[in-house]
């Protein structure tokens, strides 16, 4: 019995020793690996005067290289594929802790983005941040059953091991090769579906009445957290929408209501909400991947109209 | 409750102490107690049906010897309990009755937690009663137990009476079998939160969307299905075994590394031991007697309609019968050619044999799964279609990787590799993992390898159910 007991000590024992060493070799891990947005944002000084920020739409869509071509100042696109608001306001409070605070952000809102059917909040993408009062308050919101597991040592990574296990190995290969800059360095990434994807397709065959947009209250709290988050550090905030393939919106009932709502949110805080939607380009699929996603010829149309309206209406140049 | 749930832990620690420190007479209705609650959790109609059973065929056994009319009503109750669990389990509108104003679900009590298994336990007793193999049960709380133990009522393993039974009063813990069944606990966890549940995501896109698919993409994604489903019930009955070892008992076992078998027949003597052994004595050996005039017609016979009734028994619906038919002429064929077939492996050397045989048995085995996983009869021949045509992908990456990784990037085909080689290496070492597992001493470097798996590549955010849960 004695040995047995000895046994069970001493496992256990290596268990706990290898869960805090395993943590902190993933702590270590992540931080320095450069492609993880967090991790870039906390380890190098950005200081962008224009943040980009949102879903998947304005991390393919723009460019900060052609946007600072046109307006002279230095723009950093923060953006997440599949992030919901929740997501986009970790990513901004993690930014703002070791940026200065950018003069404009630039946040994506559409239709989708109020509806739980499109995009979702990454607990893994903040798993390395456990412990941050203000991270620690959206986990458990956003993931309760994530967050019921993090007091047990590695249990932070160990639950979405699947989505960090390789993140912890390019980390190391980052820390060994000595690499500090990301592979997208300006935040911007190309899409990985270049041409036309079916996804509309789909979804009129899925949908062929159109599909009611429902509002969802946790991305309106957590919208209304980044506008407050922004005011409170003087960022001058500007919800935009890229303009939406044309056709789609015979498939949006109730878009008008949904816009309405959200210019709504605007004017209380008393931000502009624009929407391109009179452009060109959005007659034409050749522009676009889906519904929302453009085409890297739409992008670059896109960016264009988007320098040229900062440099123009905002910063006042000619 | 899920085997793999948090609260099933703390559940099982708490019933695993309480019954640690009680005395011998209480244990079996503390057990009782505790299997109730396990069920009640899982729904209560649950409960309402497994007691109403128990209390049902505890009855009839009495008053069963010399009554054939009363055998066979019995029968046929237990019998259309499961036909019914089975409709009822595959419909998709719900059924309600009504007792004045308050409506019940149906499908609630049909489809209620392990009733497919419990009551081929039943028909097996009343038989073994009505036959004067067994003498009828005297404690209904026992028969109770026998049907609603919380560790094997989800998916079995499906026991007899006099293996069951008999262990309520002698039930003695030790700690040989704590740790044993520690061990086992363990070992079915990895299976399940490490191979089972890392392999079900490439399982549901090649089967869900067949027609996306080319024929080497489609039939990997049909080999990493039997993989998954073997992980997946043999970690189930890892962990079934373990926790009633834990409480004192020894159940059957259910798997003995059957994807090693080098024919169709020997598959069926190491895979779901428990039903195959239920329906080889209840059906198989009943209808071999009945004709046994002429011992190959006999077989052939016993052969096809056990195999029916066990399609029957796994789901209504032509995919089930024809995973069955499957089964059906494999082992047809392994019967009528068994002296050539021997003849073949004496000329061959033996290991070379044996490895063609083992190849060709999973193939056999994986073709018939397509039916088994398939939703209906046209997407199990859209994938066999699939296999058949285009079959080198023209993109490695995009229509090879990507679709069995869920996604082409680095870390899709990361976590693919990990979730293709863990297996691997699992079934290369599978006898000594078995081996070890089932050791009564405590072994250090298993159960700190085990745990650092589950925490390094386990699944913990699905808390996806067993595969078998559904029969």
């Not at chain 2, 039930?171 to 890392?198: P, S």
């Not at chain 2, 549901?204 to 049909?222: A, E, V």
Request: hydrophobic share 45%; net charge positive.
């Amino acid at each position: 019995m004695k040995s047995t007991l000895f046994k069970i000590i001493v496992s256990l024992l290596i268990i706990w020793l290898s869960a805090i060493g395993l943590n902190q070799l993933y702590d270590f891990a992540l931080a320095q690996n450069c492609n993880i947005k967090t991790s870039y944002i906390q380890k190098q000084k950005i200081d962008a005067d224009i943040l980009i920020h949102g879903p998947c739409e304005p991390l393919w869509m723009i460019y900060p290289k052609v946007l600072d071509s046109y307006t002279g100042v230095k723009s950093y696109n923060l953006a997440l594929s599949h992030s919901d608001f929740a997501d986009n306001y970790l990513h901004l409070y993690l930014y703002l802790k070791n940026n200065k605070p950018p003069q404009y952000l630039f946040l994506y809102v559409t239709c989708e983005s109020m509806d739980y059917k499109y995009n979702t909040f990454h607990t893994y993408r903040f798993s390395q941040y456990v412990g941050d009062t203000v991270i620690n308050s959206v986990l458990k919101e956003n993931d309760s059953e994530y967050y019921k597991w993090i007091k047990i040592p590695f249990m932070k990574y160990a639950y979405y091991s699947n989505n960090i296990n390789f993140d912890v190995l390019q980390g190391l290969k980052h820390y060994y090769t000595h690499k500090t800059s990301p592979l997208f360095a300006d935040g911007y990434e190309p899409p990985y579906q270049r041409v036309w994807d079916n996804h509309f397709d789909n979804f009129i065959q899925l949908y062929p009445k159109g599909y009611e947009f429902q509002w969802g209250l946790v991305r309106e709290k957590y919208l209304r957290k980044i506008l407050e988050l922004s005011k409170s550090k003087g960022i001058k905030v500007i919800l935009y929408e890229s303009p939406v393939l044309q056709e789609a919106l015979n498939y949006q009932p109730n878009r008008s209501e949904i816009v309405s709502k959200i210019r709504a949110i605007a004017s209380e805080y008393g931000v502009n909400y624009i929407q391109f939607q009179n452009m060109e380009m959005a007659k034409h699929r050749r522009y676009y991947t889906s519904a929302l996603n453009t085409s890297m010829e739409g992008a670059q149309i896109f960016t264009d109209s988007l320098g040229k309206y900062i440099k123009m209406e905002l910063l006042n140049k000619k | 409750m899920s085997f793999n749930s948090p609260l099933f832990f703390l559940f099982l620690f708490a019933v695993i102490f309480i019954h640690f420190v009680l005395s011998q007479k209480y244990r079996s209705a503390f057990l009782l107690f505790a299997s109730f609650i396990f069920i009640g959790y899982y729904n209560l109609a649950s409960l309402v049906t497994v007691i109403s059973f128990s209390v049902f065929n505890y009855l009839i056994a009495k008053k069963i010897i010399g009554n054939r009319m009363l055998y066979v009503a019995s029968l046929i109750i237990n019998s259309i309990a499961i036909v019914l669990f089975n409709y009822f389990n595959l419909s998709n509108q719900d059924h309600y009755f009504h007792i004045s104003s308050i409506s019940f679900n149906v499908q609630s009590f049909v489809v209620a937690l392990g009733l497919s298994f419990y009551s081929l336990q039943n028909i097996a007793y009343l038989t073994e009663v009505y036959f004067k193999r067994l003498q009828p049960e005297t404690s209904i709380s026992n028969y109770t137990l026998y049907n609603s133990f919380f560790p094997k009522i989800i998916s079995g393993p499906i026991l007899l009476p006099n293996e069951f039974i008999p262990q309520i009063n002698i039930n003695a813990i030790t700690k040989e079998k704590l740790i044993g069944g520690f061990h086992l606990i363990l070992l079915g966890l990895v299976k399940k939160m490490v191979i089972a549940d890392r392999l079900a995501p490439s399982v549901h896109s090649i089967f869900d969307y067949p027609d996306n698919y080319n024929g080497l993409t489609t039939l990997t994604g049909i080999y990493i299905f039997t993989i998954q489903l073997y992980f997946d019930f043999s970690g189930y009955t890892n962990m079934a075994l373990g926790i009633a070892k834990m409480l004192g008992y020894d159940l059957k076992e259910n798997f003995n590394m059957p994807l090693r078998s080098t024919s169709v027949s020997e598959f069926w003597r190491r895979w779901h031991i428990s039903l195959i052994s239920w329906f080889t004595n209840y059906i198989y050996y009943p209808v071999v007697y009945r004709l046994r005039k002429s011992k190959k017609i006999a077989a052939l016979a016993g052969i096809f309609i056990t195999f029916l009734i066990s399609g029957i028994w796994h789901g209504i619906g032509f995919t089930f019968l024809a995973w069955a038919s499957c089964h059906i002429i494999y082992l047809s064929f392994e019967l009528l050619t068994k002296r050539f077939r021997l003849n073949l492996s004496e000329r061959f050397n033996n290991s070379v044999y044996k490895t063609i045989s083992v190849f060709i048995v999973f193939n056999a085995v994986c073709f018939s799964n397509i039916f088994f996983r398939s939703q209906s009869m046209d997407q199990a021949l859209r994938l066999i279609q699939n296999i058949f045509s285009n079959f080198i992908p023209y993109n490695w990456l995009s229509e090879f990787i990507a679709p069995l990784a869920i996604g082409g990037h680095q870390m899709d085909q990361f976590n693919l590799m990990i979730s293709l080689f863990i297996p691997i290496i699992f079934l290369l070492f599978e006898r000594k993992i078995n081996k070890i597992a089932n050791q009564e001493k405590f072994n250090i470097s298993f159960v700190v390898t085990s745990l650092l798996m589950i925490l390094l590549f386990g699944i913990f955010a699905s808390g996806s159910r067993f595969i078998y849960m559904q029969f």
